[in-house]
């Protein structure tokens, strides 16, 4: 009672290909099959080492860099700046 026979299957295949079509199923699996070989190529990469090693994070801009705004003026003339106290 629990187990699916192949007369279940073939219920199931017919009414799948009452409702989408055999273009589309085929479409479809073709699709999977595609993704299948693009998934264990990229597998194979992984293993093998060959992934291309991620960008260089870009540096931040001068204005929001760490350094003084005095260290910035490499040719403007420098202002001497009085502290109050």
């Known amino acids: 009672m629990g187990e699916l026979s192949i007369w279940h299957w073939l219920v199931v295949l017919i009414v799948v290909m009452l409702l989408f079509g055999s273009g589309k199923v085929s479409t479809l699996m073709s699709d999977v099959a595609k993704g ?10 992984s293993e093998a080492g060959t992934t291309p090693p ?3 994070a870009p540096e931040p801009p001068a204005a929001l860099s760490a350094a003084p705004p005095e260290a910035n003026l490499a040719s403007a003339e420098r202002v001497p700046v009085h502290h109050e106290a």
Request: hydrophobic share 40%.
């Open 54 to 56: 991620a960008p260089p």
């Open 36 to 45: 299948i070989k693009a998934f264990k190529h990229n597998m194979q990469e």
